[in-house]
């Protein structure tokens, strides 16, 4: 049973940071991909940032680009995202996700491409 677990989350003034944690058990990290994704009340869930758990690539929302890095350590059994300058606008639960590579479509901000996802840690900055 894959499980994934956030933690790291808690409030912060604006320009400042919080690096956020996702434990991943239940299979074998390699041949995946993941996904942290947002979501404030009211809106929709948003994509954050991406990552092939083989290579390496990354990708990210244009709204957080040069804020935000997304990393996995050397096990591959923790994926983080350090969020740095954050905005009043970065306020939000956020989540990690995952899914074989094998059924990866390319789209990583669409939802829909995630089988597994964790239960969220809420992140909140004040002005």
């Known amino acids: 049973q894959v499980q994934l677990v956030e933690s790291g989350g808690g409030s912060v003034q604006a320009g400042g940071s919080l690096r956020l944690s996702c434990a991943a058990s239940?299979?074998?990290?390699?041949?995946?991909?993941m996904g942290w994704f947002r979501q404030a009340p009211g809106k929709e869930r948003e994509g954050v940032a991406h990552?092939?758990?083989?290579?390496?690539?990354?990708d990210y929302a244009d709204s957080v680009k040069g804020r935000f890095t997304i990393s996995q350590d050397n096990a591959k059994t923790t994926l983080y995202l350090q969020m740095n300058s954050l905005k009043p606008e970065d306020t939000a639960m956020y989540y990690c996700?995952?899914?074989?590579?094998?059924?990866?479509?390319?789209?990583?901000?669409?939802?829909?491409?995630?089988?597994?996802w964790g239960q969220g840690t809420q992140v909140t900055v004040s002005s």
């Open positions: 996700a995952a899914n074989r590579y094998r059924f990866y479509s390319g789209t990583w901000f669409d939802p829909s491409e995630y089988g597994y």
């Open positions: 239940g299979y074998t990290y390699s041949g995946y991909h």
């Open positions: 990552i092939l758990t083989d290579s390496g690539r990354t």
